[in-house]
Nanobody, 120 residues
Framework: VQLQASGGGLVQAGGSLRLSCAASGSIFAINVMGWSRQAPGKQRELVTFIPTGGAPIYQGSVKGRFTASRDNAKNTVLLQMNSLKSEDTAVYYC???????????????WGQGTQVTVSS
């Protein structure tokens, strides 16, 4: 099982970016997909997660600015980021809890990380 993230880049404050992440491999079921981020010198923090069949849950600082969605048919999760601020600058990681084929339990998987830089 692999997670491949794309998107990110450099944007001015107030601008928008969209991240996407696709899961592939021997997948029986995906339980949760979401995004976390890690700013320089800080610990990784949760941004949002979406349980299968549920609504996105957001960290307080991104509510109203970020929108996460899933395409279950394509095993993808998207993160639309609007009204970006300099404090949103970080490496963003997608993650998923996936039950592989021939497994009775789910495991956490992480994408490779994509840089988002917001200039003020």
């Amino acid at each position: 099982v692999q997670l491949q993230a794309s998107g990110g880049g450099l944007v001015q404050a107030g601008g928008s970016l969209r991240l996407s992440c696709a899961a592939s491999g021997s997948i029986f079921a995906i339980n949760v997909m979401g995004w976390s981020r890690q700013a320089p010198g800080k610990q990784r923090e949760l941004v949002t997660f979406i349980p299968t069949g549920g609504a996105p849950i957001y960290q307080g600082s991104v509510k109203g600015r970020f929108t996460a969605s899933r395409d279950n048919a394509k095993n993808t999760v998207l993160l639309q980021m609007n009204s970006l601020k300099s404090e949103d600058t970080a490496v963003y990681y997608c993650y998923a809890n996936i039950r592989p084929n021939n497994s009775s339990v789910g495991y956490d998987y992480w994408g490779q990380g994509t840089q988002v830089t917001v200039s003020s």
